[in-house]
């Protein structure tokens, strides 16, 4: 559609005016930064900020845990959000509204994140029921520790993707469910033979926003552990963040600018696939 | 099977909301002392089993008391509303108009510039903080509000959604409007504007629920006890006494529930296809 100046200027002009101010504009400073010596004087450093990163062990192991449970959070919420949209729709009259799933998102983090140690503490009431059966077992330490911090994700986050999943769903026209009668009647091949393709562009939104949401389980993290999380769960935000309060700018900025590496990678790896499947 | 899965379900339910409401409500109406004890004898594994110890709380409502009196809360309260009313509102706006030039306008550097919104959508907040010290300091507005609301207000989140509604509605639409005469800001208020309700109540619903969740940058730039958001005060007891917790948790969830409760209303009628 073509468009004359004047309108164009007035409709994009506020979004892209904030955009780059607010936005394009500190990113490229920090960019700038973090080749900088930040605490003094802003000298120009060249990569020392991002070798002395690098080499850190500290910053290693929190981006193997980042990408670790970022990974494992992303299929499961993929999987899980397009399964509960199916279950949801096959009754809609009894059956919760998808934005149901969007409650938990109004809880307090600082709630959520204690009642989830108190649920999965040893004393707590997962191992209270245990209890009756003769078990019990420490959840909170070690390997085990996903599990929890899983479930935690997805009970937290699970609402966009369900609710983004149900209007795809909804929206798939049926004709391509009676073609498909015509060759079989088996609902598990048409779930994933029709159904999973047909939302492709959903599982791409689905995709970006589970990834900013799986940065987003650090709150809860830091809330129960304050500044130093068990082994597996110490994330790079713990990182950025415990520098931050240790002044250390230069690290925070460099580590936060190799995070943004990570998740600019990841948003151009989907934005290209979703080219050649759209 | 049907109904064993519906069971199921709605054993999620149980589990999904009314679980951590049901605990919340009964933690805040324990007294603090009593809760601080209960929580310092689960961390030394001094209790046997913690639904028996649920059973003896004592239950009283001394929080709530506490809270109607202390005036800062209800300040911090309206700072909340105040804050979430007025970035919802400039978001709605600003994303809504450039959602439909994305979705609709040619111009050279669309799908660049979409492409750039994306990733700054994904962008973790920590890259801006000392970006944005630098800028607000140099304009001359740090400490004050603006260094949390001004950003906010201009997400690239809301551009990016609005796209994706718009994008689906006809071409042919829009053109008629025009050819009738309707200059653009008419076509978004009475034709784009109802045919992408549902999405536009969903953003409403979300964004909402984020922007009055926001803390970190009121962490960061906003030292004024004064200005600070609901938000704030629960990280601050979080950090310091989480048996105080529960009480005004309560009070901060009613806005958000009740806008989904709107939400569901709203959405009724119009529930035939999304």
């Known amino acids: 559609m073509r468009i004359s100046k004047k309108w164009f200027t007035l409709l994009a002009l506020p979004s892209l005016a904030g955009f780059i101010l607010l936005y394009l504009l500190p990113l490229f400073l920090g960019l700038y930064l973090s080749f900088t010596d930040i605490t003094n004087n802003r000298r120009w450093v060249g990569f020392e900020n991002y070798q002395n990163v690098l080499n850190n062990k500290v910053f290693q192991l929190a981006v193997l845990n980042t990408f670790l449970f970022t990974l494992c959070a992303l299929m499961v919420m993929v999987i899980t959000s397009f399964g509960i949209s199916n279950l949801l729709l096959i009754d809609h009259k009894r059956l919760p509204k ?47 520790l996903y599990l929890p911090l899983l479930l935690l994700y997805l009970w937290k986050y699970s609402g966009y993707s369900i609710m983004i999943y149900y209007a795809g769903i909804m929206n798939i026209p049926s004709e391509y469910y009676d073609v498909f009668q015509l060759e079989s009647n088996s609902k598990l091949k048409r779930l994933l033979l029709i ?65 943004l590496l990570l998740v600019f990678g990841f948003v151009g790896a989907l934005y290209l696939s979703e080219k050649k499947i759209v | 099977m049907k109904k064993t899965l519906i069971r199921l379900l709605k054993i999620l339910i149980w589990l999904v909301i009314l679980f951590p409401i049901l605990n919340m409500l009964l933690f805040s109406f324990t007294h603090e002392s009593h809760l601080a004890n209960l929580f310092r004898r689960i961390e030394y594994i001094e209790i046997d089993n913690i639904y028996r110890e649920l059973l003896h709380l004592k239950l009283s409502n001394a929080n709530f008391i506490s809270i109607f009196l ?24 600003v994303s809504i108009s450039m959602g439909f030039v994305f979705a609709k306008v040619h111009f050279r550097f669309n799908k660049v510039i979409f492409f750039l919104y994306i990733l700054v959508m994904a962008t973790p907040y920590t890259v801006y903080l000392v ?95 004064q200005k600070h958001s609901l938000s704030v005060v629960l990280h601050d007891l979080a950090m310091s006494r989480p048996e105080a917790l529960f009480a005004p948790s309560i009070i901060y969830m009613i806005p958000p529930v009740l806008v989904y409760f709107v939400f569901e209303i709203f959405n009724h009628p119009n529930k035939q296809k999304e």
């Open chain 2, 70 to 93: 202390n005036t800062m809360f209800w300040e911090q309260f309206l700072n909340s509303l105040i804050y979430t009313v007025s970035i919802v509102a400039v978001q709605l706006i």
């Open chain 2, 131 to 225: 970006p944005y010290n630098i800028i607000f300091h140099a304009v001359g507005i740090q400490n004050s509000i603006w260094c949390v609301v001004l950003p906010y207000m201009f997400f690239p989140f809301g551009a990016f959604f609005f796209r994706q509604s718009i994008l689906r509605l006809d071409d042919a639409l829009i053109e008629a409007a025009l050819l009738d005469g309707a200059n653009y800001i008419t076509i978004i208020l009475k034709i784009i504007t109802p045919l992408i309700m549902p999405s536009l109540l969903a953003f409403i619903l979300i964004n909402i629920t984020e922007t009055w969740n926001l803390l970190e940058p009121f962490l960061a730039f906003v030292q004024l006890e």
């Open chain 1, 195 to 259: 159904t999973w393709p047909s939302v492709y562009p959903q599982t791409f939104f689905v995709l970006v926003i589970s990834l900013i949401s799986a940065f987003g389980i650090f709150k809860e993290i830091y809330l129960v552990w304050k500044d130093y999380p068990p082994k597996q769960l110490y994330m790079l935000q713990n990182f950025i963040h415990n520098n931050y309060q240790r002044m250390a700018f230069g690290n925070a900025q460099t580590a936060s600018f190799l995070l």
């Open chain 1, 98 to 144: 998808p934005s149901f799933f969007m409650l938990p998102l109004t809880i307090p983090a600082a709630v959520t994140s204690f009642l989830w140690y108190l649920v999965f503490h040893y004393e707590g009431y997962l191992n209270g029921i245990l209890m009756g059966i003769g078990l019990q077992y420490n959840w909170l330490i070690g390997p085990q």
